[in-house]
């Protein structure tokens, strides 16, 4: 009879561990709630490579405008609207 008690509260612990285990992955914050957060972080770790990117972009450009005084000049005009004599100007409607 001592026997079959113990592995009857054997069977027991066993099944109430598996209750357990079903109930703390499938919750809120289980399997579902991990695959959600790495999702998110491969989301940010994506954009966070586009905005390196970008960055990269602007450091050339500041590079180019510094060494290159074509490319300053070009800069200025576009920016004050300049146009040198005799150069004509055409805008066109949106």
Excluded: C, H, W
């Excluded at 004050?80 to 805008?91: A, D, H, S, T």
């Amino acid at each position: 009879m001592n026997l079959s008690a113990a592995k009857l509260s054997y069977v027991a612990a066993l099944v109430a561990a598996a209750v357990f285990a079903a109930l703390t992955l499938g919750g809120p914050q289980g399997v579902s709630a991990l695959i959600q957060k790495k999702k998110e972080i491969q989301e940010l770790e994506q954009r966070n490579a586009e905005l390196d990117r970008e960055i990269e972009q602007q450091k050339q450009r500041i590079q180019r405008l510094r060494d290159d005084p074509t490319e300053q000049e070009l800069e200025i005009r576009e920016r004050q609207k300049l146009v040198r004599p005799g150069e004509k100007v055409y805008i066109y409607p949106p």
